[in-house]
């Protein structure tokens, strides 16, 4: 399925939960695991909106497999262990708008250019990859139920009082020029505590972020038009 393929399936989707969520338990925390998430965490904002009972800090776009495969494939190059590995995923979560940042790693990783170039594609591409491996007949199935799982049981940690949790996800923004971006965010009691923000980056990112906004902006569009029109 092509990401417009998702959007038509999993838009109506998106919204019937979101509208039953915002009715029944507004104050929940609502975390969209749902493709394409570029476009359905602007359908879950708007639905909230439109049922009176919008937080920003309390909806998620959950992009962990990003970061999953980025520690992965980096740990693999480098001879690392992967649980040790740490390289936040700011953006979106769909091909070029996936923006690691492998100039943050932890621990610090030196790369030429070209593996840096080759190792950035293959994170973007990674979701495209497994659909191949498996001749169109499914997606990431596993790998996405492990990290769905990894950043909810990072957010009841912090809603239940554990400090000092961070986690990337796709929420409202003012980070970068679009309404919604990906970024580390402290996590606490009430949802997202603070924005941690882009940081300091290359020149190689500043260049993919720049690449990446008109898509964003689109996929955002859209999912904002489709609630719009709802109905």
Request: with cysteine; glycine share 8%.
């Given at each position: ?111 030429p250019q070209d593996q840096l170039t080759a190792v950035t594609g293959r994170i973007q591409e990674a979701g495209s990859q497994v659909v191949k491996a498996k001749a169109g007949a499914g997606s990431a199935t596993l790998s996405m139920a492990c990290t769905g799982a990894r950043f909810v049981f990072s957010l009841v940690d912090a ?73």
């Amino acid at each position: 399925m092509t990401r417009d393929d998702l959007f038509n399936t999993n838009a109506s989707i998106v919204a019937t939960l979101t509208a039953a969520c915002a009715q029944h338990c507004p104050e929940a925390m609502i975390c969209v695991i749902s493709n394409p998430v570029n476009s359905t965490i602007p359908i879950a904002t708007e639905v909230f909106k439109k049922h009176g009972a919008y937080n920003p800090n309390k909806i998620f776009g959950v992009t962990t497999l990003d970061i999953v495969r980025a520690n992965t494939f980096i740990a693999e190059l480098k001879g690392l262990d992967t649980a040790q590995v740490n390289v936040p995923v700011i953006g979106g979560h769909a091909r070029k708008t996936i923006i690691p940042l492998i100039s943050q790693c932890t621990p610090k990783v030196d790369l030429p250019q070209d593996q840096l170039t080759a190792v950035t594609g293959r994170i973007q591409e990674a979701g495209s990859q497994v659909v191949k491996a498996k001749a169109g007949a499914g997606s990431a199935t596993l790998s996405m139920a492990c990290t769905g799982a990894r950043f909810v049981f990072s957010l009841v940690d912090a809603v239940n009082g554990k400090e000092g949790v961070v986690e990337c996800s796709f929420v409202k923004s003012q980070e970068a020029d679009c309404a919604y971006f990906s970024t580390p965010l402290l996590l606490g009691k009430k949802g997202i505590e603070k924005n941690l923000g882009i940081g300091k980056i290359s020149p190689f990112e500043e260049k993919m972020i720049a690449e990446a906004i008109p898509e964003l902006k689109a996929s955002i569009k859209k999912g904002e038009e489709f609630v719009k029109n709802m109905k």
